[in-house]
């Protein structure tokens, strides 16, 4: 008999993306509490179990859902809120947070991280980047993804030599790697987050405004020249910015990570759709930001910013 005590994970956000990983920690062993502000989802899920199809295959895991995190300390926090979330998801989790829990945050864009680390320190933080997933919850219960690309788990630069963070990545590669998913480990996380926030900046707004999925964006006639020169202008504040990226072609990194997933719609498309604030802050507004405090313009993001930002308040009825 295996008395090997069992990890406890839990995912705080679980829309579609979160709702994956708890689906594939939970089947390959893990003790798993979901947590979603979608009480259809959570009453789903726990009458049912939590279905997950596409990618990885067609199943369905029982596991615990919750509205709100427990009290007690788990081992490993993936903390998968959308980004304008996750100073409250911050203040949710304390309780669960020990001296020896890793908190793996799985944000779209920039600047959530270091809103984590500033509460909980970065010695016990790991960022990781998801791409080509093309997650979506279809309905309470039942989570799809059309693609399973490679993830990249990290510690932030600051984040010292022999730290929770440093100390547990390989675990938590594995475990993740247990469940289904490819992990690999990134010595620069930094340079990996600018890499999807790249794919992001292109195909996030004009999908968001259009209701096209990712290949339809670039297809088309008008918006795809927008969405390349969104990701060039992205590249270039990057690079600008001292960010050491591993491709020179950023055309053909976007136009790879568009093929991956051409049928996919952005989650800031969903969000749009459902009425929910946006993550454009973090994207094309992560671009522009860094464009302001380094003294370069940015008009292509600038401009995709101010049109999700007016669709927004037409659609919140601002």
């Known amino acids: 008999m295996n008395s090997r005590k069992r990890r406890r994970v839990l995912v705080q956000g ?26 259809s989802h959570v009453s789903a899920i726990n009458a049912s179990g939590l279905r997950v199809s596409g ?31 996750v ?6 989790i304390e309780p669960c947070v020990g001296e020896q829990t890793v908190i793996l945050a799985l944000q779209n864009g920039l600047g959530s991280a270091g809103q984590i680390a500033e509460r909980f320190g970065a010695d016990r933080l790991l960022v990781g ?7 979506e919850l279809k309905e309470p219960g039942h989570v799809h993804h059309a693609g399973m690309k490679v993830m990249r788990f990290g510690a932030l630069p600051e984040a010292r030599d022999g730290s929770i963070a440093r100390e547990q990545l390989p675990r938590t590669i594995e475990d993740f790697s247990r469940a289904g998913l490819t992990v690999e480990a990134a010595s620069d996380i930094i ?30 006639k008008n918006f795809g020249p927008l969405c390349l020169a969104a990701a060039e202008e992205a590249f270039r504040v990057a690079r600008a910015s001292g960010v050491r ?10 136009r790879t990570f568009a093929a991956s997933v051409d049928g996919a719609r952005p989650s800031l498309l969903q969000d749009l759709e459902a009425g929910r ?3 454009i802050d973090f994207i094309n507004g992560a671009v522009v930001s860094e464009a302001d405090r380094l003294g370069i313009d940015a008009p292509v993001n600038r401009t995709m910013c101010a049109l999700v930002r007016h669709s927004e308040g037409v659609i919140g009825g601002a």
């Open 129 to 135: 980047i998801a791409g080509g997933f093309g997650a």
């Open 245 to 254: 990226l591993t491709f020179l072609d950023w055309e053909q990194h976007v």
């Open 55 to 85: 990618a990885s295959g067609d199943r369905i895991v029982t596991l615990l859902a919750r509205e709100d995190p427990p009290d007690d300390v788990q081992d490993l926090v993936v903390l998968s809120v959308k980004a304008p979330h």
């Open 87 to 92: 100073r409250k998801a911050i203040e949710q």
């Open 191 to 220: 340079a990996m987050q600018w890499e999807k926030l790249i794919c992001n900046a292109a195909f996030s707004a004009p999908c968001a405004l259009t209701g096209q999925t990712v290949g339809e964006a670039l297809r088309d």
């Open 277 to 279: 604030p946006s993550e």
């Open 14 to 39: 679980c829309g579609a993306m979160g709702s994956i990983y708890a689906g594939l920690l939970a089947d390959c062993g893990l003790q798993v509490t979901a947590v979603t502000r979608n009480k």
